[in-house]
């Protein structure tokens, strides 16, 4: 793209570029404008607008009576190097924290009981015989069905697949109602009946590419992974980390970075036009009347709030935006004293497939799987509920809500304990739906949106749902820009 941003012939100023949204996207595109500014010199100004009265859209860290709560994300992997990257940048490495491993197990509910997932998965592909073959979750004419993978021939077509169907297709149909359901489409938060692979789990498919199997490719993976670790030492990182202070740390970090008369809270966008037909300057509205002028305009709001704020500068990207479906969860914090009755919580949690009929969809043990969470002895769970088919849930009020999550870890984990803390968070329509074509549709988004000269989108709704995503998409979306060098 050469969308050279150049001051609109009516400023006499250095162009300024408006940012909509001040979720981890808006605040690491500042970050790296900011950079730009810096390192290179570039001649620029800017203004984050965001329409709550905090910053960091999704990321919330709450601290209630000793606890430390991460409401939204609480961790982020760090095989994606953009977020480990950005917080070494801001001075936070020495703040990251791993997933306690000496207790990885994971947990499935299978038949009202917690199985452990059996070791050696990698996704959901068993790279190990003996504890994939001894494992109870998954039943022997199962275990028959996987063990088939590798002669299962690669699938011809090109065009995308839905998670549902490509791992019935390699590993059965126990392996997507036991495996993947609950964890891959889990961390999309979306039906794998929908959920487009190309989009979700691009690496499935190249393996199934590359080798003809993920038996094959995974076990391959595997010893790649360990001639590295014998060669270079042991990655001083776990695959997801996350900080001593929460989430928030991050958000607080970035903050601090920032140039503070650039960043505006309590301003809410309400639309994007432009005096000339396709390019700046770009008249960014703002509730209340006021009225920016800007040379180039990034939208890090979700695809459905973005879709609102250009219904007249292009209704046909509008439309392309407003496809992108949402959909909402709930999170049910609790935390408990040490007290008789009250499990160890030797594992990371479990996870729930949707023919166990319950409410809870998974449960993270907050306090084993990081420290630093809860005072001491004492245990942090988090649960989730709601998403595609459960959304009513999340709009129960508070005390339905605990009495449900409560009931339902006593059935499964057997502990009546009291909690002394209760906290609920409720994402109204906050995951983004990758739906099968969502690449294609994806694409068309960014082909239509060129076509504006300075006008870019980023965000969890388009390339990426994770932290590290969302990073790398602010970078993006502020090279995009295409800046003149400075002479
Ligand atoms: C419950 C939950 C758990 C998650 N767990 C993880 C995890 O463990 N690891 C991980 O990597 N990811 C996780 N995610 C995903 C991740 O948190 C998000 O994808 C990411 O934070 C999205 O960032 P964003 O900046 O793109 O969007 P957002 O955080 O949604 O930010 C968008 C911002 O735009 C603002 N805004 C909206 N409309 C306007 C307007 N009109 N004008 C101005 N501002 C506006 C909003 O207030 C918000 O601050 C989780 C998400 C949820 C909801």
Redesign the pocket.
Known sequence: MTNNIQPSPSSQEVPHIII???????LAAAYYLEKRVKSKGTSLRYTL????DE?????VTEKQDGYLID???????TRKPWGVSLCRDLGLEDELIGTNDELRNIFVLSDGKLKPMPEGLMLVVPTRFLPFATSSLISIPGKLRMGMEPFIPPRIEDGDETLASFIRRRLGEEALKKLAAPLLSGIYVSDPERLSLKSSFPRLLELEREYGSLTKGMIAARRKAAAWRKEHGKSSLSMFVTLRKGMEQLVHALEGHLDSSSVQTG????SVTSEEENGPPYLVKIEGGQTLRADAVIL???AR?SSH?LEDLDPQLSQQLDEIRFTS?A?VTLGYPPQNGMPALDGFGFLVPETENRHINACTWTSTKFDHRSPDSHKLIRC?LGGPGKEELVDWDDQTMINTVRRELNEIMSFQAQPEMTRI?R?HK??PQYDLGHMDREEKIRQRADTHQGLAL????YDG????D?IRQAEEAVESLGFPENK
């Open positions: 909509a949204g001040g979720g981890i996207t808006g607008l965001e329409k709550s910053l960091g859209g999704k990321i409401g939204g994300p609480d961790s982020f992997i301003l809410r966008v309400t890090s709001t979700p709030v704020l969860t999170v989730f968070y994402w906050a995951h980023a965000g969890s709704s749902v994770g932290i590290p969302c």
